[in-house]
């Protein structure tokens, strides 16, 4: 079962306990972070949920190719 958008987009906010303001998608999960999209954040740290276990965690923005991210529309 994939996680849906909006459950992995509160997973995200408590886990990391702060508004989402962006998020990029991949095949394996959602990558969530705390500035808008055209606002550029260097040496960041991302919140992560996986899409099929809903499993949260962090990872550097090193780590992420480059990305367009889209807004978080609530």
């Known amino acids: 079962m994939m996680l849906s958008f909006s459950m ?6 408590d886990f990391a306990k ?3 303001r962006s998020y990029c998608e991949f095949k394996q999960c ?3 972070r705390g ?7 260097y040496g ?3 919140a992560t949920v996986d ?3 809903g499993k949260n965690g962090y990872i550097l923005g ?9 807004p978080v529309e609530k």
């Open 8 to 13: 992995a987009l509160k997973s995200a906010e």
């Open 18 to 20: 702060i508004k989402m």
């Open 30 to 32: 959602f990558v969530f």
């Open 35 to 41: 500035a808008k999209p055209e606002e550029k954040l």
């Open 44 to 46: 960041a740290i991302y």
């Open 51 to 53: 899409r099929q276990t």
């Open 62 to 70: 090193s780590d992420l190719p480059k990305t367009k991210w889209l």
